[in-house]
Each structure stands twice: as structure tokens, then as C-alpha cells.
């Protein structure tokens, strides 16, 4: 197979790589090479304006203020839930909460919906999902006894759908799954999953941390129940979140923590609650992540996923096309629809000495179990490591790390 990638580019990628001021570090004397997207995202300098602006000039606290600068803070915070709702295709702002991230997100509707669930419903899962959507739910099991069902992946790393039919019984209460696989790169086929779980009237959760920087994802028409889903790894800020939440379902979910902002009016002997988004939002949120995300929305927009998501699939056949033709690689996760992900174990070398050596090249990758313990389990594996593109990367990168694998291996042959 040949990809044009390395000779016609059809994406400016140097335009893209000069509006991200970190990929001019040196990283151990080398250009900084970064394939850790899966991990974290850079930050375009829009996204560092946007948030060095807001505490250089705005920086009030939302929902309380009647001065100007905390009017300012509302009104960008706003702004930024109306981008998010935009980016989503959700219907109503009501229905985007922030959160501190995919895992505070995923929590809430652990404790929030789940307060709902009794011994013996059951959660259905997948065998490549990450930590944060695994672990919830074994809490909520070991609160009010609801059971995991656990739907198994082929080898190459493809959820068996005629499994996941079978698995979703009368007593499933919520499917949720990974929109794509951190670890693999699978990307799942998310309207099929819709369309199973709702013909048995169950609810589908969309755990998008690595899906919303990589394809366009539409809640409207995707059908989800719930989608969450990290500024981080969206080119935004740490430390902010979104759960998408269709208004039904969440105007019937308790509040998931007390504070201010969530009320409506508090006595000591009973305290009523705000209406939505406040309701599922206590304290004073992360204002400027916010308004960082909101900016990160932007850029991304301004490019457009189905563009990035072109680039990313020329960059991923490229990659792969080269790693797999390295003796001793093997590839972990190669379903046939995939993310840019590129998780490998080579021969004779540990996978943190993958990622140490590369790192001395100046090259960027994670070595470990990828916070999915049972998906390394699967693939009989203690860990991997994971080169993860984003569309900054280049083909040029993918070259160097082609040439610097057979340097690692030749160091413990
Ligand atoms: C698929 C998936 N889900 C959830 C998470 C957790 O995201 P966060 O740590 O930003 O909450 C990650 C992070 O790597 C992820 O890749």
C-alpha cells in the first residue's frame, strides 16, 4: 500500500505544528518529538491566551457576582458550555455539566444515576475499556450490588458485537463503552451499540476521552444517553471535563455532591436544588479550564475533524505500514477500524525500556499498561508501548521512530 503523506500532503501540517509553541523544545538535546497524544494533547497557543486572559483580566468567580469582572467570568464559562453543546450536536446547554474530566464524569453517573440501580441490575462493559470506566462501577457494585457484565474483544482487538447482544439482558441498567480504545485504537462501531442497547430500552454511556479529539461525534444523532469526555485530551486545558447527558435522564439523577451553586434555596432542615446544569456542578467549577476548552473547541473547529480525521488515517496506514515491517514488532490492536494509535511489545525488550530509550532520541511514547490492566491481560502482555499521532504529528516523525526501534533492539541483542 502507498500513502501519499510523506510527498503530497493534503493538510498543512507545518501551518498547524507553528500554532503549537511546545513542539520547537528540545527534548535531551533532540527536537522534541511528540507521540504521546493518547496520554495528553499540546496546547495550541490559543488555548494558553485563552486562559492567561481570563486571569489577566476577568478573573472573577461565575454565577455570583453582580460586579463586572465576575459578570465577564459567567459570561465566557457560558460561552464556552454553548461551544461545547455546538461541538457535540447536544440539543440544550442544560445538557453539558463540566466536570473535572472523563473520570469525574464517568463517577458522577456512577453515583448520580446509579443511585437509581438496586442488587442485582447489571452494567455492561468491554474488555479494552480503561480504568475509569471499569473501576466506577465496581464502587456502585460494591455499594448497591450491581453486577459487571464484561463484553469480550476479538484478537485483533474488535469488540464482538454478537457477544454484546447477548450481554444485554433484562436486568442491564447502562452500556458503557469506550467510543475508542486508549490502549488499541479500536474504534468502536458507536451506532450499532446505540442501536442494541436501545431496542432493550437500555441507556448507552460513550466514554469519548480519546474519541473527541479524532472523529466528529454527534450525540443527536449518535443516540447516546450519556457521552464523557477530557479538555486534555482535546487540546485544552487539565482539570476539566463534560458529561453530555440527555435532559431526561438527567433531570431524574440526584445531585452527585453539595455545595454552592447546585441549590436553589438551603435551611437546615431541607434544601432544595438548582435546576440543570447547576444542580450536578457544587463549588466554584474550573473557570479559566473552561474558557481554555472553549478556545481548544474553537481550533479544532476551525480545522475540522473530518479533515484531521483524514490526516490521522494517512498517518496511521503510513505507521503502521512501517512498524509492522520491523523485525520483532508485533502490533497490539489492528482492528480493521482504527484510531492513530500504534501499541507494540518488541521482542526481548521491556516496554519501559522502549520508552526510555526512545525518550534519549527525544522521541515521546508511553510504556505501560495504559491504565487497562485486564486489555494487557487479554493480549498476554504486562504492558506496551503505545506511539499515539494527533494531526500535528508528521510523517517525518514516524520516520525517526522507524529508524530509532531497530537502535533500541540492537542494544539487548
Ligand atoms: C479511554 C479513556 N477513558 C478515560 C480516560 C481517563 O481520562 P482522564 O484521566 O482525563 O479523566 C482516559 C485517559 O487516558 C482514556 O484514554
Redesign the pocket.
Known amino acids: 500500500m502507498t500513502v501519499d503523506v510523506v510527498n503530497k500532503p493534503n493538510f498543512d501540517v507545518e501551518a498547524v505544528r507553528r500554532d503549537f509553541p511546545i513542539l520547537g523544545t528540545m527534548a535531551r538535546g533532540k527536537p522534541l518529538i511528540y507521540l504521546d497524544n493518547?496520554?495528553?494533547t499540546l496546547k495550541p497557543a490559543a488555548v494558553v491566551e485563552a486562559v492567561t486572559n481570563y486571569y489577566l483580566t476577568s478573573s472573577g468567580n461565575v454565577h455570583r457576582g453582580v460586579h463586572y469582572i465576575s459578570e465577564e467570568a459567567t459570561r465566557l464559562y457560558e460561552e464556552a458550555r454553548e461551544k461545547v453543546r455546538r461541538f457535540l450536536g447536544a440539543s440544550a446547554p442544560e445538557e453539558i455539566i463540566f466536570t473535572?474530566?472523563?473520570?469525574?464524569?464517568?463517577n458522577l453517573v456512577a453515583h448520580s444515576f446509579g443511585t437509581h440501580l438496586s442488587e442485582g441490575d447489571e452494567i455492561v462493559i468491554s474488555e479494552m475499556?480503561?480504568h475509569?470506566?471499569i473501576v466506577p462501577w465496581q464502587l456502585l457494585g460494591e455499594r448497591r450490588g450491581v453486577k459487571l457484565k464484561v463484553c469480550p474483544i476479538d484478537d485483533r482487538g474488535a469488540l464482538r458485537m454478537e457477544v454484546l447482544a447477548q450481554l444485554i439482558g433484562p436486568r442491564t441498567r447502562l452500556v458503557a463503552v469506550?467510543a475508542?480504545?486508549?490502549a488499541l485504537g479500536t474504534i468502536n462501531p458507536l451506532a450499532q451499540i446505540v442501536e442494541l442497547a436501545h431496542a432493550k430500552g437500555v441507556p448507552v454511556l460513550f466514554?469519548a476521552?480519546?474519541a473527541v479529539a479524532h472523529m466528529p461525534l454527534d450525540v443527536t444523532k449518535l443516540g447516546c444517553d450519556f457521552l464523557?469526555f477530557?479538555s486534555?485530551?482535546l487540546f485544552g486545558p487539565?482539570g476539566v471535563?463534560v458529561l453530555y447527558g440527555r435532559r431526561e435522564l438527567l433531570e431524574k439523577m440526584p445531585p452527585f455532591m453539595g455545595g454552592g451553586d447546585m441549590i436553589r434555596t438551603v435551611s437546615f432542615e431541607k434544601t432544595t436544588y438548582a435546576d440543570l446544569p447547576a444542580k450536578l456542578e457544587a463549588g466554584t467549577p474550573d473557570i479559566a479550564g473552561v474558557i481554555g476548552l472553549g478556545a481548544a473547541i474553537d481550533y479544532v473547529t476551525g480545522i475540522g475533524l473530518t479533515a484531521i480525521s483524514a490526516y490521522e488515517q494517512e498517518l496511521l496506514a503510513y505507521a503502521t505500514e512501517k512498524l509492522e515491517t520491523l523485525p520483532g514488532l508485533r502490533l497490539i490492536g489492528t482492528a480493521a477500524h482504527k484510531a492513530a494509535v500504534l501499541s507494540f511489545e518488541l521482542a526481548g525488550v521491556h516496554p519501559h525500556d522502549v520508552g526510555s530509550l526512545l525518550d534519549a532520541e527525544g522521541i515521546a511514547v508511553r510504556a505501560g499498561h495504559?491504565?487497562a490492566q485486564p486489555l494487557m491481560r487479554r493480549f498476554g502482555v504486562p504492558a506496551t508501548a503505545r506511539a499515539s499521532l494527533a494531526f500535528y504529528n508528521t510523517a517525518a516523525e514516524i520516520d525517526a521512530l522507524a529508524r530509532a526501534i531497530p537502535k533500541v533492539q540492537a542494544l539487548f541483542a
Request: with cysteine; net charge negative.
Open positions: 493518547a496520554a495528553t473535572s474530566g472523563t473520570t469525574g464524569a464517568i475499556e480503561h475509569s470506566n469506550a475508542i480504545s486508549n466514554d476521552a480519546q464523557a477530557s486534555h485530551k487539565t471535563g495504559h491504565c
